[in-house]
């Protein structure tokens, strides 16, 4: 039986007493999924953009914190409040992770913590 570790970025918001940021095991860590707030645990300003661009950037922190990286990425899923955000988050994700990009999912979530517009989890490699 694989070690299940816990991980923890200390660069994201620390709700680290209902989550773990991610969990390590067997080859994979399955990240948690992230929303658009800042170390501080409050919302970044700004739409869509800048909210895809703060998931990302904390999936990134995760992944550093759990011995990865984006390149080591297999499997994406992003969670939009509404689909008409698909092409400007899109535009975004296109320019922040690199190529090749990995498998992913979209889909439009009725309703997501606190109410944010995207919230985006990953699966990788380490």
């Not at 991610?22 to 970044?44: C, E, H, M, R, Y």
Request: proline share 6%; hydrophobic share 35%.
């Amino acid at each position: 039986m694989s070690t299940v570790e816990k991980i923890n970025s200390s660069e994201n918001p620390q709700f680290t007493h209902i989550l773990s940021h991610a969990t390590k095991v067997g080859g994979l860590i399955f990240l948690s999924g992230q929303v658009p707030n800042g170390k501080d645990g409050k919302l970044v300003e700004g739409g869509i953009k800048e909210h895809t661009a703060q998931c990302i950037k904390n999936l990134g922190n995760v992944l550093e914190a759990a011995g990865s990286s984006w390149e080591k990425v297999v499997k994406v899923n992003v969670y939009l409040k509404d689909m008409d955000n698909f092409a400007p988050m899109n535009e975004v994700y296109e320019k922040l992770l690199p190529t090749p990009k990995p498998a992913r999912t979209c889909i439009q979530a009725a309703k997501l913590p606190n109410d944010v517009d995207v919230e985006i989890e990953a699966i990788a490699s380490y």
